[in-house]
């Protein structure tokens, strides 16, 4: 098996999960009907990532000349900086609820730029700060999608969950 093998096959059994899975998201009452629900654009994700990793499945099949994995090939592979980017993207899942999107996003996104070695603090908190808000505003205020604020931010407000 060469490298493209079993990446393909790891990308379709994920692929095939998170397609199973677009399945259970709660639709808004009357939205059965509207074009596009919360569940639209993940379905078309799923497909296109089962597509995806079958055609780089079938390819890697008749290549020929593919590297085969050796252990000096998965000595020089960084698992200690994937491990990390797997726990923060656990983190951003577990704290997205209670901490809101806005402050989860811009905690991941400042965790992935240390993981990455980025340097220029401005850099990281600038960038950090202006997608995780300019995307709460595009899909909150543009595109109507709604995301929930966070418990923190409905304790400071004073609501009752």
Do not use: Q
Not at 37 to 56: C, D, V
Not at 85 to 91: G, P
Request: glycine share 8%; net charge positive.
């Amino acid at each position: 098996m060469n490298k493209n093998t079993i990446g393909s096959i790891f990308f379709l059994a994920f692929s095939c999960f998170y397609f199973l899975n677009v399945f259970n998201i709660k639709k808004m009452p009357g939205s059965h009907f509207e074009v596009m629900s919360a569940s639209t654009f993940p379905y078309y994700i799923g497909i296109a990532g089962i597509i995806i990793s079958l055609l780089i499945l079938i390819f890697s099949f008749t290549d020929k000349d593919g590297e085969y994995i050796t252990a000096a090939y998965l000595k020089t592979l960084d698992f200690k900086t994937t491990s990390y980017f797997v726990a923060a993207m656990l983190f951003y899942g577990f704290t997205i609820r209670s901490l809101g999107f806005i402050i989860s996003t811009i905690i991941f996104l400042i965790i992935g730029f240390v993981l990455l070695k980025e340097k220029n603090i401005k850099r990281i908190l600038l960038i950090s700060v202006g997608v995780s808000v300019g995307f709460y505003f595009l899909l909150n205020n543009i595109l109507g999608v709604y995301i929930d604020p966070g418990l923190i931010v409905e304790y400071f407000r004073g609501e009752e969950s």
